[in-house]
């Protein structure tokens, strides 16, 4: 299959260790550098914020299906807020959560489930619809754990190593929460937690990285 990966390096690096190198691929940094893509089968934007350009050209083709970076929003608002009406699919963009056994999307209504099904299969590529809302449910949920890492730390509980390890060997999860904020963007996890707590009100979500 043809593709357009709008993303930085290290996107593109991950979709070609989940999605292998049988398919096409064509990278641009931005949607702006994007060349014409009336050849391209499916587009996955990583950008964190998408122009009302981008919306516009991507509902506008019939094409390609077009997974959009909502992580910090939800598909609603970027379809609705654009008055499209698209078959475009949002997905979580942050670093470590597309090159995963399992991808979470989103879907703005039925109609588009049936060409998911079609390409997620061609690209060998397994899915889970999952509510449209702010974080997601994985990126939600390691989000919150990291939090709680930086604040048992704050605290004096254990060091950064001694928390990973535990973690780690406790759960067995792929990293410990320091090493996961590392690879996902101390920045990213906490400008999501921020978004969260906007979305929700929860003083849960509130940031203390």
Sequence with gaps: MNL?????????AECQARLGDAHQYTHAESFSKALAFDHVDVVFDFSEAHSLDAIHSYASQTKALVFVNTVFTT??????????????????????????EVLEVTVRDDSSRGKLTTVCQLLNLKYIVVKDQVGFVTPRVVSMIINEAFETLGDGVASRHDIDLSM????SYPFGPFLWAERIGVDNVRKLLNAVYADTGENRYKPVI
């Design 75 to 100: 598909l609603s608002r970027v379809v609705d807020e654009q008055s499209t009406h698209s078959a475009i699919i949002g997905f979580c963009g942050l670093p470590t959560f597309f090159n995963r």
């Design 168 to 171: 780690k060997l406790g759960t």
């Design 4 to 12: 357009l990966i709008v993303g930085n390096d290290a996107a593109l």
